[in-house]
């Protein structure tokens, strides 16, 4: 069991693939500049399986959700879902990707055993897009979520980012879209984890503006916390339902308190969460030929000095050096 000094029981293990992206967004890294991970950096496939398997086996992990960068541009990540799907007990499994590639690769995946997939999505104008992304991809993406919910990786969750000047006026088209596709739509505040330091407290849209936004055209109608869960999500009925929209509201609503997540870098480090300024090292471990017994040992002492909270709340907090494509979201 990957427990913490504050009771929270880690259940859902977040697993970065790759450092690597074909999209540029904005708030999550520079056009151009950053320095990729060597592939010796990078685990294995079979690495990759088996710190998974003492997860699920040995650590009490019930999810596995396959992050990047962009997971798609993993040569190996059908194979590693279908290893995985075939572990005991089977784990649930989905995949956070930005949705290009996905048109091709939907169905393999399904058929590997894949559950679901969170496809991130900000704005409906391909100008817009371009724009945010510094890509032309905006058709790749839509089709990648049309062959998502033809394959059945349903639900299909679009998570969505607002940004100042650029997409702040979409919410209720996102919204209305995403109901008329069948997609669950989130939006996520912005998040300090861009490589070039450009984000600003006071310039992000905070969750009461999305909510805000929102109620404008639609009737909201929130769930209780026995819904929710530890989900990071916040959810609401539209108009009575049996639509829902959530706000991930990181930054000015943490749910640190619930948290039930531990993550595995690209290159094997182990993050109690997302913004922690400390890793610990399992790939040593594993290539030194650590047993399975040792590893886990490894992991439940990070996760034992896991901090109450991301710090996010505190106007001082300072943003990690590392940049979100290398930890995985």
Known sequence: MLIDTYGRVATDLRVSLTDRCNLRCTYCMPEEGLQWLAKPDLLTDDEIVRLIAIAVRDLGIEEVRFTGGEPLLRPGLVGIVERVAALTPRPKMSLTTNGIGLQRTAAALRDAGLDRVNVSLDTLRPDVFQAMTRRKRHDDVLRGLEAAREAGLTPVKVNAVLMPGLNDDEAPDLLAWAIAQDYELRFIEQMPLDAQHGWKRDGMITAGDILASLRTRFELTPEGQDERGSAPAERWQVDGGPHRVGVIASVT??????????????????????????????????????????????????????????????PSFLQPERPMSSIGG
């Open 253 to 314: 609503r943490p749910f640190c308190r619930a948290c039930d997540r531990t993550r595995l870098t690209a290159d094997g480090q182990v993050r109690t969460c997302l913004f922690a300024t400390e890793e610990t090292d399992l790939r040593t471990a594993l290539r030194s030929g650590a047993p399975d017994e040792e590893i886990a040992r490894i992991w439940k002492r990070a996760m034992w000095g896991k901090k109450a909270g991301s710090g996010l709340d505190d």
